[in-house]
């Protein structure tokens, strides 16, 4: 159990391989959003050589003041439009905004750990 990951003031840790076998479900259910900096829009938009307006409008919507991520939906699921089925990864992985990379490390899960659970197989109990 050495690879587990785990992180200061939260109550469970994150078993990474369990991402193999999950069908993307941090990227895939509900509708939400996935919020990007400026920053992340650049980066992600030079994976696709591609300037930020066209990437933009192709990729993204405004919420509020934010950016976020579109959704495709997949049968009765949203899922992230860089969510890649065949692959069962993600197409943006080495730009991927913070909000991802953090996950499941996220303040609202603290305290609802069984929530958690139902989406993420990979979360062992301290």
Not at 10 to 27: D, N, R
Request: charged residues 25%.
């Amino acid at each position: 159990m050495s690879d587990l990951i785990s992180q200061e003031g939260y109550p469970y840790h994150f078993q990474p391989s369990a991402c193999e076998t999950c069908q993307g479900k941090c990227c895939t259910g509900e509708s939400g959003y996935i919020y990007v900096t400026m920053t992340e829009i650049e980066k992600i938009a030079a994976l696709f050589d591609r300037n930020i307006k066209s990437f933009a409008d192709e990729y993204l919507f405004k919420k509020g003041y934010k950016y976020s991520i579109k959704e495709q939906v997949y049968n009765d699921s949203h899922e992230c439009i860089f969510y890649d089925r065949v692959t069962n990864g993600c197409k943006i992985y080495e730009a991927r905004p913070l909000q991802c990379r953090t996950f499941p490390f996220w303040d609202y899960f603290k305290t609802r750990v069984d929530e958690l659970k139902l989406e993420c197989p990979g979360i062992v109990n301290v």
